[in-house]
């Protein structure tokens, strides 16, 4: 057994700060507050999960240093493994595709990181797309001494997010009423509900998707624009029957709250944000006054350049 931490790692990841919205939300709604999480080392809560997946993997010696490992990947995953990678000293390998922004691909190989380009059609993000991709991971991992990381299957990946939830409850000063984000795997969704529950916070739950890939609403996945949810699948960490209600928003509703994060809130992150706090803001206008709806923010808007 290979016991890995890294204290510069243990330090920098997470304890970010819960902060409530005011510029954006109406006088007549109820309180919204955003997990911020684009202070973590590449910029996103992807952080949490590469550094626990990781640490873990080389617990049960599952990869060795000077090993190699691979993934299926938007981009800030991708990120985030390739940092640990380059920390640990193992090769990482990339799978995306065109469809991601420019700025996530060049990222992972800043790290040091192979990628590995799957062509999309006219940009658009799609199932057939997704799965194309996850193929082309499956055929790498089989090489010797290659690990796939497995972020849509590895338990470890839902507990890396379970530290977030109790994040929130420890800064929070109120009851929560309602939890809410997007999901692509769902683990940052379904690890945040267990840390609040562990907390003794029960949220109603409610998971989020584009509207252009309302997959979960209607059986049916389709292309978009917002990376990192939405994959034409059913996500899975995801427990439905856990859930108040899955809603769907609009990808140029998430593009606009983008903007007024940035221009009112000075807030800049992704659209994946854009459409947490969109439905945040909805759920807190339907709630009333005195409710309080948390969701999450996801990554730094820089990550989207192309």
Known sequence: MEFFTDSYLEQAIGGTPLIQLQNIVPSSSGKVWMKLESGNPTGSYKDRMAYAVVKNALARGDIKSGGCMVEYTGGSTGTALAHVAARIGIKFIAVSSDAFAQSKLDAIRAYGAEVILIPSEEGKITPELITTMRDKAYEIAEEPDTHYVDQFGSPDVVEAYVPMGKEIADQIDTH???FCAGVGTSAAFTGTAKGLKQAEHQPDLVALEPL???????GEGGPHRIEGIGLGFRPPFLNKDACSEIRTVDE??????CQRLATEEGIFCGPSTGLNVSAALAIASERGPDSTVVTLGCDHGSKYTH
């Open 212 to 218: 252009q890939s309302p997959f979960l609403t209607t």
């Open 176 to 178: 929560v009423d309602v």
């Open 252 to 257: 140029s509703e998430a593009f606009h709250i």
